[in-house]
């Protein structure tokens, strides 16, 4: 039973470009939430999608955006890339009801040069 | 605004010791809680959970937490560490709701494990 799934794992990008994660939830699983994850820092909710909508934002800018595929899967969109967003992207599945715990991936790892 | 609060930055212990790890949260009501473990360049996995019921809860790898509602606290407990315990750990809070919910995390522990 495959697991959350990211891809890629590494990604380097320089200022001002846009860049897209992808992540496939754990089999089973219909919601997929993102995470950002600076360096020494706990993760940072940024959005959550179930049934291909945007259903809770965190306190991130519209520069980030996503997407849900009505096989689950889910893209994070970043434009305009700033040093700042430098950080591991997480992505978590879990079923669509709050006592669903969260399985994550192992990340993207994204480098802002 | 909920927030989780891990007094504890950096850990030290010895193999064979037995470990605790602080966690408080500020909350309207009584959240569910998580702890996850991360291990370096590695994402987060669930150790364990509480949602309601017994307030002492059990999981993965001997690890086990305690809910003290009057403390606003969720302390994960380790009879005794072993080497490979050595990792980040992460305490998180999520709302009560219909949907799934989204997770705030404290800024995490780090776990060192000497020899």
């Known amino acids: 039973d495959a697991g959350v799934t990211q891809s890629p794992t590494h990604l380097i990008k320089t200022r001002g470009q846009q860049v897209t994660l992808r992540c496939s939830p754990k089999?089973?699983?219909?919601?997929v939430s993102w995470y950002q994850q600076a360096l020494g820092q706990g993760p940072q909710f940024i959005f959550q999608?179930?049934?291909?909508?945007?259903?809770q934002r965190g306190n991130f800018p519209d520069r980030f955006s996503g997407h849900q595929f009505p096989n689950y899967s889910s893209e994070l969109n970043v434009n305009a890339l700033l040093l700042g967003d430098s950080a591991l992207y997480l992505c978590?599945?879990?079923?669509?009801?709050?006592?669903?715990?969260?399985?994550f991936g192992d990340g993207t790892r994204l480098s802002i040069l | 605004a909920q927030s989780v609060t891990q007094p504890d930055i950096h850990i030290t212990v010895s193999e064979g010791a037995s470990l605790e790890l602080r966690c408080n949260y500020s909350?309207?009501?009584?959240?569910?809680l998580f702890w996850y473990v991360q291990s370096p360049g590695q994402g987060l996995q669930l150790l364990l959970k509480?949602?309601?019921?017994?307030?002492l809860v059990q999981g993965i790898k001997g690890f086990e937490a305690e809910f003290k509602r009057s403390q606003s606290s969720f302390n994960l407990r380790k009879p005794s560490v072993h080497w490979s315990d050595a990792a980040e750990y992460f305490c998180?809070?999520?709302?009560?709701?219909?949907?799934?919910?989204?997770?705030?995390f404290g800024t995490g522990t780090r776990l060192q494990v000497t020899l």
């Open positions: 978590a599945s879990s079923g669509g009801t709050g006592n669903q715990p969260q399985h």
């Open positions: 089999s089973g699983h219909d919601t």
């Open positions: 999608y179930y049934e291909e909508e945007e259903r």
């Open positions: 909350y309207g009501a009584t959240p569910y």
């Open positions: 509480y949602f309601s019921g017994d307030t």
């Open positions: 998180a809070v999520g709302l009560r709701g219909g949907t799934a919910s989204k997770l705030t």
